[in-house]
């Protein structure tokens, strides 16, 4: 499965964007599509996951409320739209993708987009 993600930006706090991952190849081996983030000198942390059959959601707690992930399976797309950012929000966004059952480990996951960076000014 090789994934490509993009939508990031520069934005001031409060505004909003919407990030995507298209996926190719073997998307029937998928279970969790998912967003991580990475900001300097931190670990990569789980944003939200979202089952690529069925319906279940899962956020953070930091962005609970706030971020929204959904999923097109007909584009094999998935998005994650971010409302109220703030600077605590700026980090690498990877999209990724997991056959296994711990959708919240990053460790657990097979495959990884390259990254868009998000930047929120105050």
């Known amino acids: 499965v090789q994934l490509q993600a993009s939508g990031g930006g ?4 409060g505004a909003s964007l919407r990030l995507s991952c298209t996926a190719s190849g073997r998307t029937s081996s998928v279970n969790y599509f998912s967003w991580f983030r990475q900001a300097p000198g931190m670990e990569r942390a789980f944003v ?13 707690n930091s962005v609970r409320g706030r971020f929204t992930i959904s999923r097109d399976n007909a584009k094999d797309t998935v998005y994650l739209r971010m409302n109220n950012l703030q600077p605590e929000d700026t980090a690498t966004y990877y999209c990724a993708a997991s056959s296994k059952s711990d959708q919240y480990s990053w460790y657990e996951y097979d495959y990884w987009g390259q990254g868009t960076q998000v930047t929120v000014s105050s």
């Open 48 to 60: 939200a996951a979202v089952r690529w059959r069925g319906s279940p959601t899962y956020y953070a």
């Open 10 to 13: 520069l934005v001031q706090a």
